[in-house]
T-cell receptor, first 117, second 109 residues
Framework: GAVVSQHPSRVICKSGTSVKIECRSL??????MFWYRQFPKKSLMLMAT?????????EQGVEKDKFLINHASLTLSTLTVTSAHPEDSSFYIC?????????????FGPGTRLTVL | ELKVEQNPLFLSMQEGKNYTIYCNYS?????LYWYRQDPGKSLESLFV?????AVKQEGRLMASLDTKARLSTLHITAAVHDLSATYFC?????????FGTGTRLTIIP
């Protein structure tokens, strides 16, 4: 149980285009999902907290107009990187926290590697 | 601001040896997690520590939490090559995780 998927697993895009990444909880409902970013050989940095049916809460220094987050259902959150630039290239990982049960633990998706040319 | 530090950052150890990774954090919390990450992969949950004095063991790994000292340890016993990976601790504060700097562990045959 507690499986989280991400799609796509890898994406390469041209500078200036937008890329959408999906995060789904497959066998549980998640009122809260989180988006993290990881640069090579670095730790994970929380970008934003996504709550179903409401606006995402962004961490300090994260541009909300650049990283659009939508949490339209209890099993799906999306992150759209708008007008991507090479410096946005990174490993993006989502996590989901179950609506009930399983404590407060977050369950992580497999990640999406974004490369902007 | 919560700060989470791990040491060492890099660790090379021979198979069969024991070692400990330390995770120090700056703000009171009684919920800490340990994860493993293989190159190019996402996180694999290892341990969930939910109270002071909590100790959990799985195979050659054992984790403990001292909330008064704001310290968690991940102890490796008789290391084997398969344990080579990067290990992260993460502290839960206000239902958000702050990750440690990570420890890259290499087990040498």
């Amino acid at each position: 149980g507690a499986v989280v998927s991400q799609h796509p697993s890898r994406v390469i895009c041209k500078s200036g285009t937008s890329v959408k990444i999906e995060c789904r909880s497959l066998d549980f409902q998640a009122t809260t999902m989180f988006w993290y970013r990881q640069f090579p050989k670095k730790s994970l940095m929380l970008m934003a907290t996504s709550n179903e049916g409401s606006k995402a809460t962004y961490e300090q220094g994260v541009e909300k107009d650049k990283f659009l987050i939508n949490h339209a259902s209890l099993t799906l959150s999306t992150l759209t990187v708008t007008s991507a630039h090479p410096e946005d290239s990174s490993f993006y990982i989502c996590s989901a926290r179950p609506w009930e049960g399983l404590g407060n633990e977050q369950f992580f998706g497999p990640g999406t590697r974004l490369t902007v040319l | 601001e919560l700060k989470v530090e791990q040491n060492p950052l890099f660790l090379s150890m021979q198979e069969g040896k024991n070692y400990t990774i330390y995770c120090n954090y700056s703000t009171t919390s009684d919920r800490l997690y340990w994860y493993r990450q293989d190159p190019g992969k996402s996180l694999e949950s290892l341990f969930v520590l939910l109270s002071n004095g909590a100790v959990k063991q799985e195979g050659r790994l054992m984790a403990s939490l001292d909330t008064k000292a704001r310290l968690s340890t991940l102890h490796i016993t008789a290391a084997v090559h398969d344990l080579s990976a990067t290990y992260f601790c993460a502290v839960d504060l206000n239902e958000k995780l702050t990750f440690g700097t990570g420890t890259r562990l290499t087990i040498i045959p």
